[in-house]
């Protein structure tokens, strides 16, 4: 069974940096993509980006020139950083797998197993 | 961005009633869809995937259909379990957007 497990710092001041890791423990690390996912309190859920096991990065615009997602394959973990957080940014954070089901006629993707979710406050 | 929206935002139903959930997306996406129940304090549990395929170990009344920008989620029989926000999700172009929820009471 796969779990994916989360931790990181709590409540930030604004214009820190937000470190968040996801270790994955049961089945395999590498073919997958692997995502970062956010929910502000009461609201909808925001995608963050996504790495490959190889490293290859994909980025929301909306957050792409404040945040970083790195991976260690060695340790089956994959890391975010998202840089000068505002209250804007107070939310849970999750960590997913992505699915990719590839067949003749198109290719289907969609996160099938995630983290617990970590909030972070973010508040002078 | 490819935009997402729902109807109903919000529905209370009894256990037994058959519940129907709509998404509309903002340009064509194929199949490329995927809904989401999320518990209070949990984390989002895929429930059909590729607009129509139900994920393992999720219970049969629960189905999805649609194509293109039209798509919908149905409960054929709803359960007290069954609570929550149920999510949308478009995965045919990034960056991938989800709906903004609907949630579902039991009365």
């Known amino acids: 069974q796969v779990q994916l497990q989360q931790w990181g710092a709590g409540l930030l001041k604004p214009s820190e940096t937000l470190s968040l890791t996801c270790a994955v423990f049961?089945?395999?690390?590498?073919?997958?993509?692997w995502s970062w996912i956010r929910q502000p309190p009461g609201k909808g859920l925001e995608w963050i980006g996504e790495?490959?096991?190889?490293?290859?990065?994909n980025y929301n615009p909306s957050l792409k020139s404040r945040v970083t997602i790195s991976i260690d394959t060695s340790k089956n973990q994959f890391s975010m950083k998202l840089s000068s957080v505002t209250a804007a940014d107070t939310a849970v954070y999750y960590c997913?797998?992505?699915?990719?089901?590839?067949?003749?006629?198109?290719?289907?993707?969609?996160?099938?197993?995630w983290g617990q979710g970590t909030l972070v406050p973010v508040s002078s | 961005d490819i935009q997402m929206t729902q109807s109903p935002s919000s529905l209370s139903a009894s256990v037994g009633d058959r519940v129907t959930i709509t998404c509309r997306t903002s340009?064509?996406?194929?199949?490329?869809l995927n809904w989401y129940q999320q518990r209070q304090g949990k984390a989002p549990e895929v429930l059909i995937y590729a607009a129509s395929s139900v994920q393992s170990g999720v219970p049969s009344r629960f189905s999805g259909s649609g194509s293109g920008t039209d798509f919908s989620l149905t409960i054929s029989s709803l359960q007290p379990e069954d609570f929550g926000t149920y999510y949308c999700?478009?995965?045919?172009?990034?960056?991938?957007?989800f709906g903004p929820g609907t949630k579902v009471d039991i009365k």
């Open positions: 790495i490959s096991h190889t490293g290859s990065t």
């Open positions: 999700q478009q995965s045919y172009s990034s960056p991938f957007t």
């Open positions: 997913a797998r992505v699915a990719d089901l590839r067949y003749v006629w198109g290719t289907y993707r969609y996160f099938d197993y």
């Open positions: 340009q064509s996406i194929s199949s490329s």
């Open positions: 049961g089945g395999s690390f590498s073919g997958f993509y």
